[in-house]
């Protein structure tokens, strides 16, 4: 049962045995959007809104220590536009000031979980271990993560922002569009320390509202080239016309395999695109990006093609195996602490892609 938290609480939620908090908190910090998220880098936390069906809800998240075997993750209904007062939660967590114990599957706590890649499936590490090139990778990092999504469209939106460019200009891309076409809901509060102005979020353009800016003025918001803003685009569109997601990633494999389909149909969405949404925001645990440079390079594959050959040893957990070959090769994602100024320098291209 799922009823509306109207008072700010917190919650732990379990991690999975063992836990590699500090690649996660890499992963996420090196992908924030300026506007979209906040990353303390000190207190390692990270700051976000996500919108659910009771309005908006901001969401902070503590990744540098566990309570109990816990993740911390504060959370506040958000007042004002796009947020209802009040936000959707586990019957039981809306004590004002309370820290509760989330176990259950209920809507934003499914989330969150999925966001922080916290519900791992079982026989990962032994699996991969197995593998001699990841081997010393997992005994490196025992326990390391997927991040997933905590809202799908959003995730597709970044992926396609991504294409083919570093990630420092991916995350430029979708900052100038949260800034020109986000949403803005929240308080004021302290600079953050990505220098977003008063602690202000907002949320990433609804699908409608994409829709209807058009794709002349989703370019000169982005900066991006017509033929990528016509993507982004299009995207909108089939969401308006019923492409979900968040469905999707609860359908199933088959439901997964049709929204893949549906994504490779739109203009400008490839196999690493679509693998990547796979892979995060549709939870994917086998999805692996045979055309991404790094992942190549990390594999002395020359071909897509011999890329997946060899990955075929670590089904179905490619994705796993995918995040530990990134995480070695790109220092952001390893999660040592950095001037709070680094995350904006680009950490790598693509070859088909971006979203590390």
Avoid: I, K, N
């Amino acid at each position: 049962m799922t009823r509306a938290v109207p008072h700010a609480t917190s919650w732990l939620l379990r991690v999975p045995r063992p836990f590699a908090p500090a690649p996660l908190r890499g992963f996420l910090a090196a992908h924030a959007v300026p506007g979209l998220e906040l990353v303390d880098p000190v207190a390692g936390t990270h700051t976000r809104l996500v919108r659910t069906g009771a309005g908006a809800v901001r969401v902070v998240a503590h990744l540098a220590d566990l309570v109990d075997g816990s993740l911390r993750v504060d959370v506040e209904p958000v007042a004002g536009p796009g947020g209802a007062g009040e936000a959707e939660g586990p019957e039981g967590a809306d004590a004002p000031g309370g820290v509760e114990t989330v176990t259950g599957a209920d809507g934003l706590a499914t989330r969150l979980r999925r966001w922080l890649g916290l519900d791992r499936p079982a026989g990962v590490d032994e699996t991969l271990a197995r593998d001699a090139v990841l081997a010393p990778l997992v005994e490196r990092r025992p326990g390391l993560v997927v991040p997933g999504s905590a809202a799908p469209f959003e995730t597709a939106l970044l992926a396609v922002l991504g294409q083919q460019v570093s990630l420092g200009a991916a995350r430029t891309f979708a900052a100038r569009l949260v800034a020109g076409l986000g949403e803005t809901v929240g308080h004021d509060g302290p600079d953050g320390p990505d220098g977003s102005r008063g602690g202000r979020l907002r949320l990433l353009p609804s699908p409608g509202v994409l829709v209807a800016a058009g794709v002349p003025r989703v370019r000169a918001v982005t900066g991006v080239t017509g033929a990528r803003a016509a993507t982004l685009v299009a995207l909108a569109a089939a969401a308006v016309d019923g492409l979900d997601l968040e469905a999707a990633r609860d359908g199933g494999p088959e439901a997964v395999d049709d929204v893949t389909r549906r994504l490779l149909r739109l203009p400008g969405v490839g196999p690493w695109t679509a693998g990547y949404v796979r892979m995060r925001a549709l939870g994917d645990a086998d999805a692996f990006l045979a055309g991404d440079l790094v992942l190549r390079r990390a594999m002395g594959a020359d071909r897509p093609a011999d890329a997946l050959t060899r990955a075929e040893a670590w089904r179905p957990f490619r994705a796993y195996a995918a995040l530990h070959l990134w995480t070695d090769a790109v220092p952001a994602l390893t999660g040592t602490p950095q001037p709070p100024t680094a995350s904006t320098r680009p950490t790598a291209r693509r070859a088909s892609g971006s979203g590390r």
